[in-house]
Nanobody, 122 residues
């Protein structure tokens, strides 16, 4: 029932930064909110997740130290701050609500947004 809308994507040069937002409506996020990304010809891979209650965060090794996930005080919006962007970060970025199972697997999430495109030029 929850509706998720991503925004903030765009075109940026390597080394630049972008801040993605995921707004929830109709129903609050489940225990975890997550960000995944999908490049052309690739599967949808885990990027980061956050526990709404504890604030604990989990980040993929490929983006650790560069990307930071966070949420607002009302727990209705999740953010992904992306710094030191690389061309290999180019992908469509999706947010989703956790359902069951491992937070590192896309199959554990549901209520996917439509995605926002991030393109990093070399």
């Amino acid at each position: 029932q929850v509706q998720l809308v991503e925004s903030g994507g765009g075109l940026v040069q390597a080394g630049g930064s972008l801040r993605l937002s995921c707004a929830a409506s109709g129903r609050t996020f489940s225990t975890y909110a997550g960000w995944f990304r999908q490049a052309p010809g690739k599967g949808r891979e885990f990027v980061a997740a956050i526990n709404w209650g504890s604030g604990n965060t989990y980040t993929a090794n490929s983006v650790k130290g560069r990307f930071t996930i966070s949420r607002d005080n009302a727990k209705t919006t999740v953010y992904l701050q992306m710094n030191s962007l690389k061309p290999e970060d180019t992908a469509t970025y999706y947010c989703a609500a956790h359902y069951a199972g491992s937070i590192y697997e896309r199959e554990s999430f549901r209520s996917w947004g439509q995605g926002t495109q991030v393109t990093v030029s070399s």
